[in-house]
């Protein structure tokens, strides 16, 4: 059975799953780990671990910043992963959606996911607010969620963009 937990810095999980996705060989796995490790977190700032039993399948981070430097937009679900072998299963969905929830819960009124991917966020109601080249040259896209108390999370919203 598929477990999501959210982790803060103090969560007993933390050093486990901050090795368990520095072995992702995605790039953006090591990465993560890393900031887990070095880097003093904001009080809302999270890591949603979904786990199969003792197995890491999947993770995502709410974070005050991603990988394009040079904006001023924030917050970001960022790294939002699945192991191969449990891909298809809606597991990407729910890491998503715990993450919101999470930002909801911290009354953060809206959210960006920084991605190369086109379609791939759009159906969880993200929408494209701008263009830029990421911290590794690659040109990125920036999309955006408003996000309010009462939202299910399956419903469309309005954009409003972060000024």
């Given amino acids: 059975m598929i477990t999501l937990k959210t982790l803060t810095p103090a969560s007993s999980l933390w050093t486990t ?52 430097p040079a904006t001023d937009y924030t917050p970001f679900i960022s790294t939002v992963y699945v192991d191969p072998t449990y891909r298809q299963r809606g597991i990407s969905l729910k890491l998503v959606q715990t993450a919101e929830q999470a930002a909801v819960a911290a009354d953060i009124t809206g ?6 991917h086109v379609g791939l966020y759009e159906h969880l109601d993200y929408q494209l607010v701008d263009q830029q080249d990421d911290q590794f040259g690659r040109p990125s896209r920036i999309l955006y969620k408003a996000l309010n108390k009462n939202h299910s999370f399956t419903n469309s919203d309005n954009l409003t963009k972060k000024q």
Avoid: K
């Fill in 17 to 68: 799953a901050a090795t368990q996705i520095g072995a992702i060989s995605w790039s953006a796995g090591p990465h993560l780990a890393q900031v887990m490790t070095t880097v003093t977190w904001q009080p809302w700032e999270r890591v949603i671990y979904a786990t199969d039993g003792d197995r890491f399948v999947g993770c995502c981070a709410l974070l005050a910043n991603d990988i394009v």
């Fill in 111 to 116: 959210l960006y996911i920084v991605t190369r």
